[in-house]
């Protein structure tokens, strides 16, 4: 069976991202479509060949998220309870010793992807449910930290690193668009929604925001769920 258009956009995507190089401080660099990409791959091949759904786009991953489970905004009880993807996961070329992947036998949680594929779960009761009207991915599939083990996001890293950065997301991005056709791109958090509009300006999806589900965010440790499901009836999204 040959793979999908959405693997072969990743799996590039993985290969570009290979080349760039990082500097302090940044110390490491997680690229789970590498060593976690059995299970990315599991979930584009099982939830993501519909076209026309609304498309939510995080950033890049946390580190008890995606880092540990190639799935975006991955939590890993959410992953293998709701979701039902559970496979191997290797580990990174060099490695945080406090920022161990595990994959799957992972113990923390990732509260951005409880609060994310939570509300879905009780919004929609299945996954299947869920994903016949939506389609989560991230932005930047890297994860970047420090040497004490601090998560550093894209829009902190330097000009000349970020920049190739984000013209090969927005390569990939823009790729996946064209093949995913979504009715809408909502970007989860401010830099997720700039950077769809940057890499999509040449393309006429429409794109919106909801607030990112984030616990360093004073308004979603308030009530995230109920916040998001506002701000999508807003962008004219049926729930």
Request: positive net charge; aromatic residues 8%; hydrophobic residues 40%.
């Amino acid at each position: 069976m040959p793979d999908s258009k959405l693997v072969t956009v990743t799996r590039r995507l993985a290969k570009d991202l290979g080349k760039l190089s990082f500097s302090e401080p940044t110390a490491y660099v997680y690229n789970p479509l590498v060593y976690a990409r059995a299970p990315h791959e599991v979930y584009l091949e099982r939830y993501g060949k519909t076209r026309g759904r609304v498309v939510l786009m995080g950033m890049n991953p946390g580190p008890f998220g995606m880092a540990q489970t190639g799935v975006p905004f991955g939590d890993v009880a959410l992953v293998r309870d709701f979701l039902g993807i559970e496979a191997r996961v290797d580990k990174p070329e060099a490695e945080h010793p406090a920022r161990q992947i595990l994959g799957f036998a992972c113990q923390r949680s990732e509260v951005s992807g409880t609060r994310l594929w939570g509300w879905a779960r009780d919004r929609f009761g299945t996954a299947n449910a869920f994903f016949e009207r939506f389609f989560v991915v991230n932005y930047c599939p890297l994860a970047f930290l420090e040497a004490s083990g601090k998560n550093r996001t894209p829009d902190k890293l330097p000009v000349a690193e970020r920049e190739p950065l984000l013209a090969t997301c927005d390569r990939a991005l823009g790729e996946l668009v064209a093949e995913l056709q979504p009715s809408l791109v909502i970007g989860v958090g401010a830099f997720a929604e700039s950077s769809a509009r940057r890499a999509l300006s040449g393309q006429s999806v429409p794109i919106g925001t909801i607030l990112h589900p984030s616990p360093a965010s004073p308004q979603a440790n308030k009530g995230w769920a109920g916040l998001a499901e506002k701000q999508l009836r807003a962008l004219g999204v049926k729930l």
